[in-house]
């Protein structure tokens, strides 16, 4: 084999052997990579909230009118439209923070509710200017935002 | 046909024509693209204003990707077929590529905290885009950590394509994994779901950052074969000078 194409060859392996080992650790390590859990995700891994007494953070939408406001805390439903999370958080809220929008929140849960110590807003890939989403609410052509 | 394209007579005459064509696209787009990104684009429905950050943070990371892609790929070509100028090729994009990929990390942060509520979080766009910066510094570091410059450039070019690992990393993260940074709204199935009047500054400012790395690519390059030919003569005018004395 002439030298160039043995270079390329060792190139070639060593690339396909460093992916082959980065998917094996990113498979292996896939528990601290995933920023977030969706309630379901929480029930089909943990089985019950109970047995989670680590910090963790769960994400999904802010279930429309459940907001509630009790002194200084607000009490919200996070929900993945097919398990929910009750969350009570006394803290600053991000601007995009309102009904139907994603948010993550970080905190730990006690006797079924989630006291969350930090929620953070997350938006979506859609783009557009506010006439074009008002036009698309009123023609019921809507998406909502889950993913 | 890479050796025609490597000769660096034939680079030079080449650039010398192209070269101020390329810096008038990259005028011409800039202009353009930074009057339809902050004057005469729609607001977001969410975002309202905020939005305006994207035209900055996404063509950087674009080319931060795109730059690593291609500077890894010319070390490829240093490391296989020992070709001298694409060893300054890849030398020539590894700041500017650094300088995006540190331009996608602040913008991006900027952008983060009025929207999510946060500067920073180690999701897996955010780290991994963290590490596509600090593969970039490495190449730059280990290119220069030698006393003979040939082996900083193999050392370096073994780190580059090390590190090509993490470009479908930094790409894929958002649709692997759950993350607080949302998915991709252009290069996906079923097109992009961002309006046409934000599509256009957007476009039109990546195409201006491209052009414009392009034209400091080629300067670069332009630089640093100078540099070599006058290394060359100052040695050849040092021997000339030892002969005379011996």
């Known amino acids: ?147 | 046909m890479f050796d025609w394209l490597a000769n660096p007579n034939r680079f030079n005459r080449i650039t010398e024509k192209i070269q101020p064509y390329i810096l008038l696209i990259a005028i011409i787009t800039l202009i353009s693209g930074l009057y339809f990104s902050l004057f005469d684009s729609p607001k977001d429905y969410q975002q309202g204003d905020a939005v305006r950050i994207m035209y900055v943070h996404v063509p950087s990371a674009w080319l931060a990707s795109f730059l690593y892609f291609s500077l890894a790929i010319s070390c490829v070509f240093y490391l296989v077929w020992k070709h001298p100028l694409a060893d300054l090729v890849s030398s020539s994009m590894a700041p500017i590529g650094a300088l995006f990929s540190a331009l996608t990390l602040v913008t991006g942060s900027l952008w983060g905290k009025p929207m999510w509520g946060t500067w920073w979080v180690w999701d897996a766009r955010l780290t991994s885009m963290l590490v596509l910066f600090f593969f970039y510094l490495g190449y730059i570091l280990l290119s220069n950590a030698f006393e003979r410059k040939i082996d900083g450039s193999k050392t370096a070019s073994v780190l580059a394509i090390v590190g090509l690992i993490n470009l479908p990393i930094v790409k894929f993260s958002v649709d692997w994994w759950h993350t607080l940074h949302q998915p991709a709204s252009i290069i996906k199935i079923g097109g992009p779901s961002i309006d046409d009047k934000m599509l256009l500054p957007l476009i039109l400012m990546i195409f201006a950052l491209s052009f414009f790395s392009l034209y400091m690519i080629i300067l670069n390059v332009k630089t640093k074969l100078i540099e070599k030919k006058c290394e060359a003569l100052l040695l050849k005018s040092n021997l000339e000078e030892m002969s005379k004395i011996g």
């Not at chain 1, 396909?16 to 292996?28: C, R």
């Not at chain 1, 943990?46 to 907001?67: A, M, W």
């Not at chain 1, 807003?121 to 698309?136: C, Q, R, T």
């Open chain 1, 1 to 147: 084999m002439n030298p160039k194409f043995r270079r390329l060859f060792i190139t070639i392996i060593i690339i396909l052997t460093l992916g082959l080992a980065t998917k094996l650790i990113l498979m292996a390590l896939e528990d601290n990579i995933v920023y977030f859990y969706t309630p379901n995700d929480l029930i089909v891994k943990f089985g019950d909230t109970q047995n989670i007494q680590n910090k963790i953070r769960i994400g999904g939408l802010v279930l429309e009118s459940s907001i509630k406001k009790e002194d200084e805390k607000t009490i919200f439903i996070i929900t993945d439209k097919k398990k929910e999370v009750k969350v009570v958080f006394d803290g600053p809220l991000p601007d995009l923070f309102r009904e139907g929008q994603g948010v993550v929140a970080e905190g730990i849960f006690k006797n079924s509710n989630f006291i969350a110590s930090e929620v953070l807003a997350k938006h979506d890939e859609n783009y557009m200017p506010p006439e074009v989403a008002d036009a698309l609410k009123k023609n019921n052509i809507w998406k909502d935002g889950s993913d």
